[in-house]
């Protein structure tokens, strides 16, 4: 006899049980509220912009992009936009020298740049970040033996740019890889897992001798000596501003003083006690003191009444000299200063003869200010402004005695100079210099000079005849002003550490 056994009721399938919860809780869930279905990953990353880097050779440039757009592709969380991406930009809205406006346009959130250029064998990469208002936050410089990266500079790039990119945009760093809890559940090293040695040598763009600290390399704009020796062309010419047929002296009778010439000897050298210290600022590394001497050999002074009369000159030059390689890379502009005391002689001696010229003796203040720039890695070029602050002239600004009968008289001075120098170094050691100078002093008497210095004349002219208030046509006139030019003209050789 069998017995019934009461059926129970069938379970819901699991699929149905799930459908009628969602239900539930969506019929639970407010009027108008919005189920948010967006991720922590939906959020718009920082951007990174690559300008176009600097260079002479386009085809290492564009691959200089490529690597830089490369490196900073490994930062994990960064958008990075090409410098394709940039350069179209830029063509298109014609704003490509407006850092700000062209990181509003891209939406960039940093902008990454930069030149390469060679010193001394090497190839330097100096990279330059700037925010999204244009401003540099950071820079950053990578050697090279080759112009297009080895691997280890690659590699410095890459790691200088995370340094450099994940704060200023506020991403972390990569966390180390964590090995196991339990150190007893690392397995053990296979055959397989052992890496194969390779000789550094072999390592593209890498020295052994790289491995110990690179001997650093200064610049060539940041010498510890330079001497430079060679050859002087001079010129010389003494005149008035007015000459007058009534005066019975010279040099102002007839005609002007003309311009005669001499060679000579010119030494210039300059030190820079800070240039040594590495961690100097440029600026201060530029600071040195310095001379400059010139010796010109003349023929002796022939006059047209048959006397001759030796002339000599002599010129030296001291004081502090400066300069400053803005922003110290190649092809960047160079400011020069300096200040200096100089002393000029330039003297007729004739003996028994009274010289128809008075000497001059210039003392003088040398204010100096110049520009100048490297074109290449072996030609600079370089121009300068001085004034000359005549401290005292010599003979020629003498009060008018009876026995001189300076035809100038008492007076004052002052001049400036234009300068300017090509060098070339053919070696890093030597240096080749073509320069010049044009110099001109201006003298203002006061006009009491002696107006009849002629040999059969007992006086000087010193101002109107007795009882009259203005000198007489029929008299001499007296010297007023004179100018003093000075011309140069040199080559050197010298020597740079």
Not at 320 to 325: A, E
Not at 328 to 343: D, H, K, Q, S, V
Request: glycine fraction near 10%; include cysteine.
């Amino acid at each position: 006899m069998s017995r019934c056994i009461p059926r129970r009721p069938a379970l819901l399938p699991k699929s149905l049980l799930s459908l009628a919860i969602a239900v539930l809780v969506l019929g639970a869930r407010p009027a108008g509220a919005q189920i948010d279905t967006s991720g922590p990953g939906d959020e718009e990353p920082p951007t990174v912009a690559v300008m176009p880097f600097g260079g002479s050779q386009p085809q290492i440039i564009e691959h200089l992009n490529q690597v830089c757009e490369k490196a900073l592709r490994r930062i994990a969380g960064l958008k990075v936009l090409n410098a394709a991406q940039w350069s179209k930009e830029a063509r298109e809205s014609g704003q490509g020298d407006d850092l700000e406006a062209m990181a509003r346009r891209l939406g960039a959130d940093l902008l990454v740049t930069g030149t390469l250029s060679q010193v001394k064998g090497w190839w330097r990469l100096s990279v330059d970040v700037f925010n999204d208002k244009g401003l540099p936050i950071s820079a950053l410089v990578v050697d090279s033996l080759t112009p297009d990266l080895g691997a280890t500079a690659t590699f410095q790039l890459e790691e200088g740019l995370a340094r450099i990119v994940r704060p200023a945009v506020g991403l972390q760093a990569q966390a180390p890889p964590t090995g196991p809890a339990n150190p007893e559940d690392e397995p053990s090293p296979q055959d397989v897992d052992r890496e194969k040695p390779v000789e550094l040598a072999k390592v593209e763009g890498l020295r052994v001798a790289q491995v110990v600290k690179k001997p650093w390399v200064r610049e060539p704009w940041r010498p510890l000596l330079d001497v430079k020796a060679g050859l002087l062309a001079s010129g010389r010419r003494l005149s008035c501003a007015e000459a007058d047929a009534r005066r019975h002296n010279q040099p102002c009778a007839g005609p002007e003083f003309p311009l005669s010439g001499g060679a000579g000897l010119r030494l210039d050298a300059t030190v820079f006690p800070l240039a040594l210290r590495r961690t100097v600022a440029a600026p201060l590394a530029g600071l040195g003191i310095g001379f400059t001497l010139d010796l010109p050999f003349w023929a002796n002074r022939q006059q047209q009444n048959g006397s001759s009369f030796p002339t000599k000159e002599l010129r030296f030059e001291g004081g502090v000299r400066w300069h400053w390689n803005i922003g110290n890379a190649t092809l960047r502009p160079i400011l020069e200063a300096g200040l200096a005391y100089g002393f000029h002689s330039f003297a007729l001696s004739g003996g028994a003869a009274q010289p128809p010229y008075p000497d001059v003796g210039y003392q003088y203040l040398l204010p100096q200010l110049g520009l100048g720039s490297f074109l290449t890695q072996k030609l600079h070029l370089h121009a300068g402004l001085s004034i000359l602050g005549i401290l005292t002239a010599g003979s020629i600004t003498d009060a008018t005695a009876q026995n001189s009968r300076n035809p100038f008289g008492p007076g004052s001075a002052w001049g400036f100079r234009v300068s300017g120098e090509a060098e070339y170094l053919p070696l890093p050691w030597l240096s080749i210099s073509l320069g010049g100078k044009v110099e001109r002093i201006a003298f203002s008497f006061d006009g009491t000079g002696c107006a009849m210095a002629s040999t059969n004349m007992a006086s000087c002219y010193r101002g109107p005849a007795p009882g009259m208030t203005t000198a007489s046509p029929s008299l001499p006139v007296p010297i007023q002003s004179a100018e003093d030019l000075y011309l140069g003209l040199w080559l050197l050789v010298g020597y740079r550490f």
